[in-house]
């Protein structure tokens, strides 16, 4: 039996939306345990939330600096292995980027950086440390995502003509319409987010999805942002024409006001012979669309599915598959990739999903501020 992976966590403390999704995921399928983190910029919050969730506290650190000082004074089989960055958007870079060049393996959340630069230097670091790095764009690890990215390869939707990928969310209502609350949220300040708050949190979500499933690639964008208000410096609704080539094309729509929706990721992909319609908030149902057939439904677990898909299920058909599963499939695989066990390409998002997002996010920006222009993404 393996041993348990050492895992390290920075951000993700008990004040943050994402934290609880990465611990819980990580522990679903056995393979990691957390031996060390700064789960907060504030120590005496740092220790007692690892004291709440009973992380022992001699490897709780003030600060990432001191983590990766004290991590590399430890003996190689006692080390943190692998780190999940959890913090907001501007502290992916500097954070992954030593952790690399220390020698550890990096899961990242998404958006993996603030700019197209950076993720390239990050890149060049992946490249020379010749460790793991995963992003965690959560949805890829849901069973039927991974179904369709398989039937799509195996040419089940014979050659694609369009694709409809939306990501609405309403929650950012309640901020927006008042000056003060728009100006104390991490996500509409640029210094924190990046160049976009909504394509930059959902939309590059819904633009992963859109390659993840197709194995296509985007080759040129045209979007038009909303900010609503003048001195709002950050997208909250974004429309993007997507051109995967002369023939393939399709939308991207995403938003933050979207009054009423929750977390509405969803997306439709229609082939030469058929045609799949997928949507996050109800993620074990896969519909499969025909011309000349009635509508099937795909569902997690059953024989019919694909190894990739299958990989991702635990339990027999009817037991819903959720958004922790979906999470744990990619930690799954990234427990595979360290151990040095076979996996699929599939098994979890990469580097390059994270260079391609952010050259995406950059492009939407550009596309807009152009005046709605087309903009070709690096290939
Ligand atoms: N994959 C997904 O579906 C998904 C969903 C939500 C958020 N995210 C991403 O996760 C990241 C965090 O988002 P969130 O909503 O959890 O943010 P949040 O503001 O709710 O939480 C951020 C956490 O980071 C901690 N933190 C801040 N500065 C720190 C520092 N210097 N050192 C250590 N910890 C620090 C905060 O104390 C907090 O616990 C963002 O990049 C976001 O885009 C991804």
Redesign the pocket.
Known sequence: MPKKIRLGI????G?????VLHRVASHINDNYQIVGA????DFEQNMAFAKEIDVPTDRIYK??DTMIEEEMKLPEDERIQVCSV????F??FPMALKLLENGFHVIC???MTTSLEEAKKLQAAHEKAGTVFAL???YTGYPMVRQMREMIKNGELGRIHKVDAVYYQGWINEIIHDQEKRSSV?RLDPKKAGISSCIG?IGV?AFNMVEYTTGLKIKSILSDFNYLYEDNQMDVDGTVLIRMSDHVKGVIRSSQVATGEENGLGIAIYGEKGAFRWEQENPNYLYVLSDTKPTQVYKPGHAYNSELSLGGTKLPPGHPEGIFDSMANIYLGVAKAIRGEQYDSGEYPTMTDGVRGMNFIEATVESNKNGNTWVELED
């Open positions: 920075l951000g993700g403390g004040d943050s939306l994402i934290g700064v789960f907060n910029p600060d990432f959890l913090t907001p958007n502290l992916h959340e998404k958006p965690t764009h959560t991490w949190d979500h």
